[in-house]
């Protein structure tokens, strides 16, 4: 701007302008010492997080390491939005503390989460006070004797920040958000799409309204509104790219962008852990009390009246029927989600049920059978002697079970090593090994494979195979565009999606769809106290 205004001065520059040409200029040197002085007055905000969806129905543990944690000025590196150009990292004082995020997994074991949680506080002691914090978190982490973890870690900020900092959180729609953390947060956003396309725009929508309500002067926001809705879906059957979520989600903007209305969101909840918070909840924040009731009410009413018309995203069925089907398809590749396992649900991750139905089949024994693609079961050791006797060379040992062996034991592998891949962030070394005419990813650490580039990196030529099959549940875009025809298989694990086969002992019933007949519930909005009121 000042460029263009100096630009168009010299432009039409005439001698009587000349005293006004330096008045402008000692106006902008102006300009730069107030910056200075500002600097000291921007909002002092803090950011800290801990993600991760972890199922409690998996014999699976995760541990600190899975978080990755970023510490510091690090943690920026994270965010599109404050890369180094970033209109945001001008607008405040930014104190960054600990951020971790982790695959989806088994439950988070008490000294991990101890420890995030200790490092969070410890860095967060170092700057007091602070106008704001961003927190970044999931929603669904599960810990071991612990009830709504992501209520306990923020309740404990609290402790740290006081009560009058204004908190503005980003969840996963597939957290659960419970009373403790909607009382303890001010601002509260969540994805509005499934697969999360907008997981970045979302997390900046937190940051924006944060700076907003910090530099407006208008602070915590006067009113919000909760209801949780007795609904508990897997988010297999809640993708919004196809109804009824596409219509229920595509009323959320609409409302956020209201006068009087800060933000709201629907959090569909977690199917795989049993607490009393694993529910759907809507909750809508503002000024506007009238407003933020009715829209809250309106939000939660519409996810109950379409609850009957939510369906699995792709024809799901049994392993055996899905094989059948792929096996005379001309449509290639024919994608087979192995569901039940699906490491970013929550499962293990390394079940081999369906690896063993597999190979006990004669149409995939030859070299010259439907090309089969695997993805993938975690076998250090395997890899470990593909790597020694490098590509061409012959393997054998046993793969997957080291976790959930509760479906089918270690499987005997037996095969020629076809590529070899260091330096995986999650994986940290891959192979490729062939068994009749199955090409199966091995790993030395878990790894979900979504994205075509994991597959031709491998070598694998993905689009060219008959059948792909992976550990997910719902494509994210990249397969799912890829896909020539697509099943989704009800296989055994730790996020099995037949819900009537998990033993849920604490959550709240009646609760659809395991009650089917359940009357209709009572959703009024609650309203939750502000941050600073008791
Ligand atoms: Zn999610």
């Given at each position: 701007?000042?460029?263009?205004?100096?630009?168009?001065?010299?432009?039409?520059?005439?001698?009587?302008?000349?005293?006004?040409?330096?008045?402008?200029i000692i106006l902008f040197s102006g300009c730069n010492s107030n910056q200075k002085s500002s600097q000291e007055e921007l909002p002092r905000i803090a950011i800290a997080g801990i993600a991760i969806e972890?199922?409690?129905?998996?014999?699976?543990?995760?541990?600190?390491?899975?978080?990755?944690?970023?510490?510091?000025?690090?943690?920026?590196?994270?965010?599109?939005?404050?890369?180094?150009?970033?209109?945001?990292?001008?607008?405040?004082?930014?104190?960054?503390?600990?951020?971790?995020?982790?695959?989806?997994?088994?439950?988070?074991?008490?000294?991990?989460?101890?420890?995030?949680?200790?490092?969070?506080?410890?860095?967060?002691?170092?700057?007091?006070?602070?106008?704001?914090?961003?927190?970044?978190?999931?929603?669904?982490?599960?810990?071991?004797?612990?009830?709504?973890?992501?209520?306990?870690?923020?309740?404990?900020?609290?402790?740290?920040?006081?009560?009058?900092?204004?908190?503005?959180?980003?969840?996963?729609?597939?957290?659960?958000?419970?009373?403790?953390?909607?009382?303890?947060?001010?601002?509260?956003?969540?994805?509005?799409?499934?697969?999360?396309?907008?997981?970045?725009?979302?997390?900046?929508?937190?940051?924006?309204?944060?700076?907003?309500?910090?530099?407006?002067?208008?602070?915590?926001?006067?009113?919000?509104?909760?209801?949780?809705?007795?609904?508990?879906?897997?988010?297999?059957?809640?993708?919004?790219?196809?109804?009824?979520?596409?219509?229920?989600?595509?009323?959320?903007?609409?409302?956020?962008?209201?006068?009087?209305?800060?933000?709201?969101?629907?959090?569909?909840?977690?199917?795989?852990?049993?607490?009393?918070?694993?529910?759907?909840?809507?909750?809508?924040?503002?000024?506007?009390?009238?407003?933020?009731?009715?829209?809250?009410?309106?939000?939660?009413?519409?996810?109950?009246?379409?609850?009957?018309?939510f369906e699995f995203v792709a024809p799901t069925t049994t392993l055996e029927e899905c094989l059948q089907l792929a096996l005379v398809s001309k449509q290639k590749p024919f994608i087979i989600s192995d569901?039940?396992?699906?490491?970013?649900?929550?499962?293990?991750?390394?079940?081999?049920?369906?690896?063993?139905?597999?190979?006990?089949?004669?149409?995939?024994?030859?070299?010259?059978?439907?090309?089969?693609?695997?993805?993938?079961?975690?076998?250090?050791?395997?890899?470990?002697?593909?790597?020694?006797?490098?590509?061409?060379?012959?393997?054998?040992?046993?793969?997957?079970?080291?976790?959930?062996?509760?479906?089918?034991?270690?499987?005997?592998?037996?095969?020629?090593?076809?590529?070899?891949?260091?330096?995986?962030?999650?994986?940290?070394?891959?192979?490729?090994?062939?068994?009749?005419?199955?090409?199966?990813?091995?790993?030395?650490?878990?790894?979900?494979?979504?994205?075509?580039?994991?597959?031709?990196?491998?070598?694998?030529?993905?689009?060219?195979?008959?059948?792909?099959?992976?550990?997910?549940g719902y494509l994210v875009p990249d397969l799912y565009n890829m896909r020539g025809d697509w099943r989704m298989a009800l296989t055994p694990g730790g996020v099995d999606q037949d819900m009537n086969r998990?033993?849920?002992?604490?959550?709240?019933?009646?609760?659809?769809?395991?009650?089917?007949?359940?009357?209709?519930?009572?959703?009024?909005?609650?309203?939750?106290?502000?941050?600073?009121?008791?």
């Open positions: 701007m000042k460029k263009i205004a100096l630009y168009l001065l010299l432009k039409h520059i005439h001698m009587k302008n000349i005293i006004y040409l330096f008045t402008l972890s199922s409690t129905f998996s014999p699976a543990q995760t541990t600190e390491e899975a978080f990755h944690s970023k510490l510091g000025n690090d943690v920026f590196s994270i965010y599109p939005f404050f890369r180094k150009d970033s209109t945001y990292l001008k607008q405040a004082q930014w104190f960054p503390t600990l951020k971790g995020h982790a695959l989806p997994g088994g439950i988070v074991t008490r000294e991990a989460y101890e420890s995030l949680v200790g490092k969070t506080l410890a860095m967060l002691k170092e700057n007091l006070p602070y106008d704001g914090l961003f927190l970044d978190i999931h929603g669904a982490m599960s810990v071991v004797g612990l009830e709504d973890p992501e209520g306990d870690f923020i309740k404990r900020i609290r402790e740290v920040i006081g009560t009058e900092t204004l908190i503005s959180t980003c969840m996963d729609l597939h957290g659960n958000v419970s009373p403790r953390l909607a009382q303890h947060t001010d601002i509260m956003t969540c994805y509005r799409l499934a697969p999360h396309e907008d997981s970045w725009e979302s997390k900046e929508r937190a940051v924006y309204n944060l700076i907003e309500r910090l530099k407006s002067g208008k602070g915590k926001p006067a009113y919000k509104a909760w209801i949780p809705v007795p609904i508990l879906l897997p988010g297999e059957m809640t993708s919004t790219r196809i109804e009824p979520g596409k219509s229920l989600y595509a009323q959320v903007a609409p409302i956020a962008a209201e006068e009087g209305i800060i933000d709201a969101g629907i959090w569909v909840g977690y199917a795989w852990a049993d607490e009393v918070r694993n529910h759907a909840v809507v909750m809508v924040t503002g000024d506007n009390k009238e407003k933020v009731i009715q829209s809250a009410e309106q939000l939660a009413q519409s996810f109950w009246e379409v609850r009957h018309d569901m039940g396992d699906n490491p970013t649900a929550g499962g293990a991750g390394d079940v081999t049920w369906t690896m063993e139905q597999l190979l006990n089949r004669k149409e995939f024994r030859s070299p010259d059978g439907p090309q089969l693609i695997y993805a993938s079961l975690p076998a250090p050791q395997l890899v470990e002697q593909a790597v020694k006797v490098g590509i061409g060379g012959q393997v054998s040992g046993k793969a997957g079970a080291m976790v959930d062996d509760r479906y089918a034991p270690p499987i005997q592998i037996d095969g020629v090593v076809k590529a070899i891949k260091h330096g995986d962030r999650h994986a940290e070394t891959e192979v490729v090994v062939q068994t009749g005419s199955i090409q199966v990813i091995l790993t030395k650490n878990r790894k979900p494979y979504h994205h075509e580039k994991d597959f031709t990196d491998l070598n694998l030529k993905p689009r060219e195979a008959d059948i792909l099959m992976v550990k997910i998990l033993p849920y002992k604490n959550i709240r019933r009646p609760m659809f769809p395991l009650d089917q007949d359940m009357k209709d519930p009572n959703l009024s909005a609650q309203l939750i106290p502000l941050s600073n009121k008791k």
